[in-house]
């Protein structure tokens, strides 16, 4: 069993009551404040479904990678102007440039996960 591959299912349930808007504010206004760069690419790594995406596409043109195929095709019905790619955090190369990077929540934790 791949629990990465099972657990997407249920993620948004899981999820329900965070504060996608808040969290994505928050980080917005950080971005903004340290950012030196005019350039509005936003990277996801380890977008999911794309809860975070939602809000941050008022200010970003977003680009997401993830695992998983399933939570990419939620994110691209969420964020249809979003440029969304199955890749691997470890190791990745979209061969664009961008202004800013996030990797929200436990993302990082899911290395431990699938290596």
Known sequence: MNLYQDIWKYYDIIYSQKDYRKEADCVIALIQRHNKTDCKKLLDIGCGT????IFFQRDFEIYGIDLSTDV?????????????????????DLHEKFGSVVSL???MNFNFIVA
């Open 72 to 92: 990419l095709k939620i994110a691209e019905q969420r964020i249809p102007d979003g440029k969304f790619f199955k890749a691997d955090m470890r190791d990745f």
């Open 50 to 53: 794309g809860s975070h995406d």
């Open 105 to 107: 929540f436990g993302v």
